[in-house]
Nanobody, 125 residues
Framework: QVQLLESGGGSVQAGGSLRLSCAAS??????????MAWFRQAPGKERERVAL???????LYTSAVKGRFTISKEHARNTLYLQMNNLKPEDTGLYYC?????????????????WGQGTQVTVSS
């Protein structure tokens, strides 16, 4: 079982930057082999996947954040990051870190099996 703890959210003005972190802990898994992703949910909207990084370090972004957000992971610290630049008010939401065992399949999947509690990002215009 993987426990995930996000940090780094906050309030910024449009055009600003934030870096989210997600520390993974627990047992029975190898961090470098996990699919990892960031999801977000804005008020009144469905949760959407923002970015993912596979066990092969391949990345995938939703079109709304391409060129502005960067997902990365640090194996030595079992930590996932999301660098968010040029933030827009529509980026406001609760951001969740998620992890899943690939089990031999693609990491490009609509939902994951392990979730953090979320960290709030608020972007004002």
């Amino acid at each position: 079982q993987v426990q995930l703890l996000e940090s780094g959210g906050g309030s910024v003005q449009a055009g600003g930057s934030l870096r989210l972190s997600c520390a993974a802990s627990g047992s029975g898994f190898t961090y470098s082999r996990l699919c990892m992703a960031w999801f977000r949910q804005a008020p009144g909207k469905e949760r959407e996947r923002v970015a993912l990084i596979g066990h092969d370090n391949a990345t995938l972004y939703t079109s709304a954040v391409k060129g502005r957000f960067t997902i990365s992971k640090e194996h030595a610290r079992n930590t996932l990051y999301l660098q968010m630049n040029n933030l827009k008010p529509e980026d406001t939401g609760l951001y969740y870190c998620a992890a899943d065992d690939p089990l031999g399949f693609s990491c490009n999947r609509p939902t994951y099996g392990n979730w953090g509690q979320g960290t709030q990002v608020t972007v004002s215009s």
